[in-house]
């Protein structure tokens, strides 16, 4: 079934060309050819480009004229000196990127690029544990986050246009400064793939036979760990003060868990109290900042009362999965309550056609009510 599609509100370009065709530049390049812009590919690997242009992502030539639009998907050391070669070629009325760094190539786009003006730099908070072209898709943006960082340069033109792919690809623009969103994404990225992969490289030298205990849990904390290891050094190089700011402190909590994991594990009852409450605050401050990576959205809460017996609540949550529904928290059950009231949670936008169908299902549904995500 087609996805309804949100209003756009900027004018469309017409022809983009994409240069660097991986998994971003690719899936950029399916949703702009989706939505009937002229695509033209380019990537120093020709096969890279041919692939791309094998799964219908465009035409992997140069265009004969200059495109509305050029988006730059390489790594971030690079954005500058392709930009100033694009430009020099004329290649495009305006010029964007998607590199997970924004700060760097700003400085390198104001001091190589022959009209920083016509650039924005971008990018999309979207990604797959596989990279290349082969794991590009039309749908990778649909619904995430994209940054776009103007800098004192950018004109009016160039921002209009790169927001105008932002709702082409499905996606939400944000606009952010380069020093704020470098801040934001070595919290919420940089560290987290870093931590992933000293997490994945403790398997690796594991004893033979641990890959039979490894549930999905591991799966889960690891996944970001298979990422191209150079384009990742590239990221951390380009946004060192902000990564080695962040890690710093995680070395700190690190160091007192250590410490009160070591005295654990000794014989002697001596600060034992302790330790068990720093590991606990640890886990508890884990507990509070998970909360923090689920999407914003307004919610709606709904009770469902349910008959006691093996099973009910298994049956009620299997009817709700395709809704989105989440048990949320049941009421206390006091000896003698034949019945336990269970707390459901929906995005409200969804609440009336869940809980309409649930009744109609017989389930006993009470009233709805709008709640804020508790963080």
């Not at 797959?128 to 590009?136: I, K, N, V």
């Amino acid at each position: 079934m087609n996805k309804p599609r949100r209003r756009r509100e900027h004018p469309m370009p017409r022809s983009l060309l994409v240069i660097g065709t991986g998994l971003v530049g690719t899936s950029v390049a399916l949703a702009a050819r989706r939505a009937g812009v002229t695509v033209f590919l380019a990537d120093r690997d020709l096969t890279a480009a041919r692939v791309a242009e094998s799964l219908g992502a465009g035409l992997a030539e140069p265009p004969a004229v200059p495109v509305d639009l050029a988006l730059i998907a390489v790594p971030p050391t690079q954005v500058g000196v392709v930009l100033q070669g694009a430009q020099r070629r004329g290649a495009a009325r305006s010029y964007t990127d998607v590199a997970g760094v924004k700060g760097q190539p700003e400085r390198d786009v104001l001091r190589l690029a022959p009209d920083p003006v016509a650039y924005v730099g971008g990018h999309s908070m979207a990604g797959r544990e596989r990279s290349g072209p082969l794991a590009a898709t039309a749908d990778l943006f649909t619904g995430k986050t994209w940054a776009l960082s103007p800098s004192r340069r950018t004109g009016a033109e160039a921002l209009r246009s790169a927001t105008a792919l932002v709702e082409i690809c499905g996606a939400v623009p944000v606009r952010l400064d380069s020093g704020t969103h470098d801040a934001m994404v070595a919290v919420t990225s940089h560290v987290p793939h870093l931590m992933a992969s000293l997490t994945a490289a403790r398997l690796r030298d594991a004893p033979p036979g641990t890959e039979t205990l490894i549930g999905q849990g591991v799966r889960d904390v690891t996944r970001s760990a298979a990422g191209d290891p150079e384009l990742w050094a590239d990221i951390v190089q380009c946004n060192a003060p902000a990564v080695a700011a962040v890690l710093r402190a995680v070395c700190g909590d690190l160091t007192r868990l250590s410490a009160a994991v070591d005295v654990l594990a000794g014989a002697g009852p001596d600060g034992r109290d302790r330790a068990v409450r720093m590991v606990t605050d640890v886990l508890a401050r884990g507990v509070a900042g998970a909360g923090r990576t689920r999407p914003p959205g307004a919610l709606a809460e709904f009770r469902v009362a349910l008959d006691r017996g093996p099973g009910t609540l298994g049956r009620l949550l299997g009817a709700a999965a395709a809704h989105g529904v989440v048990a949320d928290r049941t009421d206390a059950v006091r000896p003698g309550d034949e019945r336990i009231v269970v707390h459901l949670r929906v995005p409200a936008a969804a609440a009336g056609a869940v809980t309409a169908e649930l009744t109609a299902a017989g389930w006993d549904v009470g009233r709805t009510e709008r709640v804020a995500d508790r963080r």
